[in-house]
């Protein structure tokens, strides 16, 4: 221990620190982080339902308990007041998981539309997402098989806020199919990394099931912030797309890793993942009756995840994770409402959730050029500084400052600093 | 947590408990939990150098340690004696991960060789393993892309012991090359699931030469005993392979989940793999001086998994950890001996780590059948005692129960009375 604090403490990046703007924060709670120690003093791998059934169980009723939270359809339900769903969840690592098994179920069922036999068809598959989604949607597609040269990513602008527009989909769509390729699969996100972009799920779907192709939606930040009703319509028309993912180690108090991938038919996924190898066999996976989540993932083993998910919904209810969203929400406007108030800077595009996303505005005899680099040092002279860490993107081809409100022991006060810190590190520069 | 006591903690198979007996060990420490927990309340993302420089220098260091255990060369370590190395480790959730990543860049090199662009030629690209192979390896295969009319299963027999035989692989390879295939990778597995059996990792290495194809050496539970000077000529022949990964989180005291994938080439994975958005950038990976582990895994985001292997290895020191393996190996010899001593029962497989493979014999009017049958119930009933678990498997045709010794609780005296209840249950079903 004493090694750790001395050699290792200082070389780390403190993500847990309240002055931690960068990224898109780790919240955490002292129920996940008890979950996550019970869950590594049993250390469960929970791959089939009989290796372990309450953690299988635990996870299911989690999953469903945060649908119910994000009023997901009944369809992506594992459960329902009825009996079984014919949805079903999983917690996987991270969202490039969820992108990857679930391109993998969309391109075995477009094959099979297809009456292809094995891959020789899989050069004709096509993807789609805007140049907004994150990139880790465009290596998935090639871990995957899918010819670079058929994945789309369709430009966005500041007339949709960096959305993907949905005639621009339809457009491209339509030309891939008359150019005899297939579409197979749109991911549209719902707060984009780089700056919080929301793609319009309904009207994306509607586009999608003109060609049956596979709708994700990608939430891996926002989606936590669709426990409140004012922020639930960004996922008006979920009722129509496949899968859904979203990632409570992001903004929903639990730390890593913990993302939630919900498809509207499970066994859509499970016919492509499942293996049934002797050594694995038992009368509960024979009888059908039983979840193997083994059959929803990349891999066989897997942690007991479903504990932490579980405590932090117990122990915090939904009232009190709602009001953790707006509170951090409410310090994002707060310091959206500085910037605002200050001449030298502006918002580039407008905020959604509890990020802004702000720069040194462009004034007097400078140049586009000259605004990027003083935005550059801005960032790189506060980061100096240890007391605020803060990212960037390029949004519009500006350089911007990315400002995430939202660690754990954040609070008012530190983002008054932060701002304090801004306006005389920007003054220290400008002068 | 009384919820937690009373709900949950009855429905859970106790993979912690010392009579627990089925699949593979979990094992785990005070030292590996207490890792665990420290990174839980750290909660850093580090998927660059840059956004937690001690979590990726730890997770480097902890990798190299276990290399100089394992007596890798040093092609596989990202450090040596006299700088920088040219491999490179990276810590994974699953040896899944592990397969599905080097498969991938064994295609890229497969098809850059052949002069491919995009996948028009990935129906031509043909992989390899034996039968006992992990299910998890075929089912990455197709996840990947790979066709499965070229995905080729190695039948094995008890000639080998059910490892491959490198004369079958050098046929198959041969006629597939001989068709216009392009044989792109062979996974060899030290110690597999269903009855620890060893594949010849330098024979196998010198036939895939033949072929220019990728090695992977899959030491997930074994690897582990290969710290110990007595069982590390199942590795001989490491030096030639492309990629090997071993778990700790099986048997070597690190609790879940902690996959250990070292590659000869670390530019082969991440030319596949990197990533460079905007919001990622830095000055750190311009230099090309560090190490961004999000460009060897299928994800971006990442726990600080190297902290509690490195807590592992700290505190309990090489002779410690040999120690562990040795005394684990010791009981399942024990036990072996109990079987060997009574006729009624047949150990199926030499053991050659800590798993027993073992059977009661077809005797007297038995048939085949009735044999299986037996065992079957045999399982059935120790399991329903409540006070061991076992799981099975088939080798060679027959229902073979399968003895994993070394859950980290486990001492003499539980393997002792597993074998009394086993005993007991035995002349129940055959009286």
Redesign the interface.
Known sequence: MK??RTS?????????SPNFFA?FP?T?SAA??AG???A???????FTW??????T??EVLALDWLAQLLRLPTTFMNRTSTGRGTGGGVIL?????AM??TL?AA?DAALHRSGS????H??RLAVYAADQT???F???C????????NIRSIPTGPETNYGLNPSKLLEVMQADADAGLVPTYVCATVGT??SNAVDLVGAIADVAAMFNAWVHVDAAYAGSACICPEFRHHLDGVEHVDSISM?P?KWLLT???CTCLYVRDAHRLSD??E?????L?NDATESGEVTDLKDMQ??????FRG?KLWMVM?TYGTTKLQEHIRSDVAMAKMFEYFVRADNRFEVVVPRNFALVCFRIKRSGAMTEEDADEANRVLMENLNKTGRAYL????VGDKFVL?FAVGSSLQEERHVTSAWDLIKKTTSGIMD
Request: charge should be neutral; aromatic fraction near 6%; hydrophobic fraction near 40%.
């Open positions: 090694e750790l290792v403490v200082p070389g780390m990046t403190h993500w847990a990224f780790c955490n996940a982080i996550n120690l019970i590594s003093a049993m250390n469960t791998a929970g009989q290796a372990s059934p309450a953690a169980e635990m690592g991270t969202t490039s998981e990857l098994v993998v391109h036999v094995g891959v020789s899989l050069p994150h990139s880790t465009f290596k998935a090639r871990l995957a098989g899918f010819d670079p040269a990394t780089s990632s180690h730390c890593l890793d492509s993942l293996t049934n190898p002797e050594y066999k990349v891999g066989v083993g897997r942690r504990l117990h990212a960037h993107t390029v990315r």
